[in-house]
């Protein structure tokens, strides 16, 4: 289990050199492992570039959520045939998906991470047959002692999140100006700056973003806008009417 009392900012990739970034944030979510994972050399040689006390968190590959019709796969580089690109996304339970889990698994050791992000595209709603594939793939992988987040998109119903967190053991990450977490003992948040990344968010939304926040738990929040540098670094520096400064 994690330590229960902090509160972590940081971005959604690197808007720095990774050596200058980790001066300014405690923890970067990366992206690179969503859209093609780099090979496990690489990943080593970032997590031997930053502080122990540093922490990566990261993106599950696309293989996994995607389904090869979505144009993320546009930056996918290893070769599928037809039959595996049909057997790609939804939590299907397919060579392809395993092969993309131990990819991922595999990613987050090597970067020591503890936590690793299965974002969903808004495609992927809550019928029966994506239901049976997400309980089907999250009861049958091996975790590695690694806590999972997951990010629904899409016309879910909040008491349905909920029952799947409590049943998978997954943890509900939000964009807290789209939809709540459900999730309180565990607070994992995405600032996605809106239509096409432009947001720059106002002091006063920072304090909402706060607010989100309970005390006594871990609690990330990512910026993921065009000016997620500032943003990030605004956030950081808050200090709230409750005493509560952001660990940096």
Known sequence: MLPGNFLKTGCCGFPLPKTEYVAHFPVGEVQQTFYQPPRIATLQRWRALVPEHFEFTLKAWQLITHSSKSPTFRRLTTKLTPAELQQCGSFQFTPPVLMAWETSWRS??????????????????????????????????????????????????????????????????????????VTLNFTYLRLHGGKDFKHVYSMEELHFIRRQIRAGFPAYVFFNNIQMLQDATKFGNLKTHDGFRPLK
């Open 108 to 181: 987050a050791e090597a970067l020591k991470a503890k936590c690793i992000l299965f974002q969903c595209p808004a495609s992927f709603g809550p019928s029966p047959e994506n239901l049976h594939q997400m309980r089907l793939f999250f009861t049958s992988i091996e975790r590695h002692g690694l806590k999972f987040i997951w990010e629904p998109r899409g016309d879910w119903n909040p008491a349905l999140i909920k029952t799947l967190c409590e049943e998978l053991d997954l943890i509900h990450a939000v964009d807290p100006f789209v939809s709540r977490s």
